[in-house]
């Protein structure tokens, strides 16, 4: 779905590949002889090449048919409103092709396919990217790369990487998960501290739910990684300015309401404003059993609410079987939303459209599975999300119809296989 | 003669090294020639999970995985108190986020000496019963 950029950066990589000057250093690096014998190990042709790839095939039901549970801001659609089962919440297939010519130089491409806002099965860029190590601790990046939000960012779409179906909706909810720019990565050692660095500078254009074109600039993303042992710890703070194209068209419309509509647009557009969060994250894993969580606080002064978002999770492991427990929640708050006041049949639904946009979003969900690894390279997950809406609040379920009762709960089964290969 | 000296010498530290790491299934080895000459248990964890790629007056260093899934799932048990689908699911974090790919696997014990005797810098595990006089069993320190 994003087409403005991955033409540039796969023809970046078509050159690279094909770019004799970096064949030619890498086959003269070969064939000198066996001084240090690490050279020995001839990288053949065929080793600078590796294919791998990972997928999920999933199934999931609801017992709501007032509104569907959806699991990216892109899907059209999920089980509950739409039907009552449905293999295209979690299935998806990603491949990637990583070439190594050298020692320093690599390139990734990593192709997904999944459903799209507009129902289609159309394979999207995911990575992009050339990487250069300048030293065995820094390198840097350029073309598209996953930005480090959250600590299951970068793999959210991994399920065989995951402990559960898939990282909590309150969580990873977000419109924004790419960008074409640059990347450094660095890490250092302090003692017995791992310390991992990873900034990612750019700009993402990509297709929401309802066909919106969301548009991200300047958007820059550094996340810090200690890690002692078992246990790591995260900090990261992202910032962009956003758009969303077509929501800001139909917020334009209060404009011809006088005043006090210019008021609201001018305080909701949703045009180039700044969005800034901050998250920290912790996770314990000695082998055995597993706890973590993270919680992350977004600064905004439009569209999406500025609040708190966390989760706490724990597993423990009985030989293959991993059964986990989860507990999200999100409260995200303007203060106050803004209502335009004239006659009921004409402001009505404006105010509606406002609310669903600019009001309250809370929303929490318990999560129990188990994961069962009953092969080295695919795990088999069944797991329940119970979804607690609550009143005069906005939630993250989709078509949800005029007689779903906000304050309800809904139940979401889901059965998933997860492989790598 | 030499030989003979050769033979005890790598008896001896198979016998020494049996006794040190009497609890493991595998011990560590490196070829005859390399500037290896102890890792901690930390080192070896790191090396092999890609955490590392160098050691101190080293360089870099390439670990070597065991294709027999029994021997590999022993060291990992082992040494990280992972098992192998952990393992798995730690590379695939790796992979799919452009970081690195996991160890080369070698399918026979006459690949494994091949490549230790051609690369000093190389690493490996074995069972104890396999090492040999074209081997160097690592102490652990």
Known sequence: ?421 | MKNLHVKLATLGLVLMCTAVEAAAEVVMVVGRNSPIQSLSRHDITDIFLGNATSLPNVGKVTPLDQGDESVRAEFYQDFTGRNLSQIKTHWARNIFTGRGYPPKAVNSIDELKSLLQRNPKAIAYVRPEKVDESMRVLTLK
């Open chain 1, 1 to 421: 779905m994003r087409q403005t950029l991955c033409n540039g950066s796969l023809s970046l990589i078509a050159t690279l590949v094909a770019c004799p000057a970096v064949a030619e250093v890498a086959s003269l690096k070969e064939n000198q002889p066996p001084v240090h014998s690490e050279l020995s190990f001839a990288r053949e042709l065929k080793d600078m090449f590796r294919f791998s790839g990972f997928g999920t095939l999933g199934v999931a039901g609801s017992d709501e048919d007032r509104a569907d549970f959806v699991s990216t801001i892109t899907q059209p659609h999920g089980p509950g409103y739409t039907r009552d089962w449905t293999a295209a919440l979690d299935s998806r297939l990603g491949v990637q092709l990583t070439f190594l010519p050298t020692d320093k130089f690599s390139a990734v491409v990593q192709v997904t396919t999944e459903q799209e806002w507009d129902n289609s099965w159309e394979p999207d860029i995911e990575w992009a990217f050339v990487q250069y190590d300048l030293t065995s601790n820094l390198s840097i990046r350029a073309g598209r790369m996953v930005v480090p939000l959250f600590m299951f960012s970068e793999f959210r779409k991994v399920g065989f990487a995951l402990p559960w179906v898939r990282p909590p909706g309150e969580f990873y909810f977000v419109p924004y998960h790419t960008s074409d720019g640059l990347g450094v990565l660095f890490k250092h050692n302090f003692g017995d501290v791992r310390y991992t660095f990873y900034g990612t500078y750019g700009q993402d254009d990509s297709r929401l739910h309802e066909g919106i074109h969301s548009k991200w600039r300047q958007g820059f993303s550094l996340s810090n990684t200690f890690e002692y042992k078992d246990t790591s710890f995260r900090a990261s703070y992202s910032s962009a300015k956003m758009t969303f194209e077509e929501r800001d068209d139909a917020l334009a419309l209060f404009k011809t309401f006088g005043p006090q509509g210019d008021a609201i647009y001018d305080e909701f557009s949703l045009r180039d404003r700044e969005y800034t969060q901050l998250a920290f994250g912790i996770w314990h894993n000695p082998g055995k059993w597993f706890a973590g969580g993270e919680w992350s606080r977004g600064f905004s002064d439009s569209y999406i609410q500025p609040g708190d978002t966390w989760y706490i999770t724990s597993g423990y492991r009985f030989n293959k079987l991993t059964p986990y427990l989860m507990y999200s929640k999100t409260r995200r708050d303007h203060g106050s939303t803004p209502q335009l006041s004239g006659p009921p049949a004409t402001v009505g639904p404006l105010n509606d459209f406002l609310f669903a946009l600019t009001g309250p979003l809370r929303q929490s969900t318990i999560t129990v599975g188990t994961r069962w690894d009953f092969a080295e390279n695919a795990a088999f997950k069944v797991q329940l999300d119970h979804i607690m809406t609550e009143e005069n609040s906005n939630s993250l379920l989709w078509n949800v119809q005029p007689d779903f009762d906000f304050g309800d709960s809904v139940n979401v089964l889901s059965f998933t296989v997860d492989f790598v290969f």
